[in-house]
């Protein structure tokens, strides 16, 4: 048995995220262009330490797109394995993911891009978001739709359903 402090220092360390699902009045998914990577992905990014993912989200999409936007419900909660990227192992961290809401097209009028880290944002139909996306992410919007026409929230792995 270990000392509580020490055992405590065992305890696995995983990074976390939170996006946010934004539509519009025609039921498009609200996809950013990040700078640094070549595929869109939804609005959000990492939760920083001693942050709730629920703080990290709306911290986020004031940030990206200058919404300052209270996160609805939890739609996903998706863990991700390790992996590369670009020469480096990523770790393998959970995904939450919010009901951002549907922006009227006034609301989309004001998205202010943040400059330096998005070149543009656009809405998607559903059926052509894996064309932006990783197939991971694709996975994970397409579980988010789900659930927000079941009511539910998608348990995921690795943006499939957890077994």
Not at 99 to 128: C, N, Q, S
Request: proline share 7%.
């Amino acid at each position: 048995m270990l000392p509580p402090d020490q055992y405590v220092a065992s305890l696995a360390r995983k990074r976390m995220a939170a996006s946010a699902l934004f539509r519009d009045e025609a039921g498009r998914v609200l996809l950013v262009e990040p700078t640094y990577k070549p595929v869109w992905d939804l609005p959000g990014g990492a939760v920083e330490a001693e942050e709730s993912p629920h703080a990290a989200c709306r911290r986020e999409v004031r940030e990206e797109l200058g919404l300052d936007r209270v996160p609805g419900r939890v739609l996903a909660v998706d863990w991700v394995p390790s992996r590369s990227r670009d020469g480096m192992i990523v770790p393998d961290g959970v995904i939450i993911v919010y009901e951002g809401g549907i922006l009227t097209e006034a609301e989309a009028k004001d998205i202010v891009v943040a400059d330096g880290e998005l070149a543009g944002f656009a809405f998607v139909p559903g059926d052509e978001v894996t064309g932006r996306v990783t197939l991971l992410v694709a996975r994970r919007i397409a579980a988010c739709l789900d659930a927000v026409a079941a009511g539910t929230v998608a348990s995921l792995e690795n943006g499939g359903p957890a077994a």
